[in-house]
C-alpha cells in the first residue's frame, strides 16, 4: 500500500478520535490491493496500453486517481494532467466519468464501496466502547 494511504488513513482514523496504532490495516490494505488493481483496469479499458501507461507515469501511486473518484479535495481535473491531455484518446472529463462509473464497488463520493468501508470498519473497530470512555 502506498504511504500517502496509510496517512490517508490516519488522518481519518484521527477525524473520529482513534488512535492510528489501534486499527486492523490488514482488510484496508486487501481493499486498496483490489482498488489498485481495478484502476489499472480501468485505465486500460478507457485510454488503452500507451495512454494508461502514461497516466500512471504521472500517478503512479494513484494519488490524483483516488482523490478525484472519491472526490476528496484534489483531482485530476485541476491542471495537474493537463499536459497529458492531448496524448490521451478521450478527455480529462470524460476519464472522471468513466472511472467513477468503474471503480463505483470501490470508492466514491459517498464514502460508499468496499476501500472505504474497509477504512470505515476498522476505524469503528478500534474505537473505544462508550462504557470504555466512562472509566
Known sequence: MEDWVYEYVGFE????GVD???????PIEIAWTNFSDAAQDA????????GAELYMENDGDLYLLFMTVSESGRSFLDGDMDHIEADLPISLEALDKGLKSQLIAHVDYTGGGTLNEAISDSIYEAAPDDDEEDE
Open 13 to 16: 482514523a484521527d477525524d473520529e
Open 43 to 50: 485505465l486500460m479499458n478507457l485510454l488503452g496500453e500507451d
Open 20 to 26: 492510528y496504532d489501534e486499527l486492523d490495516l490488514g
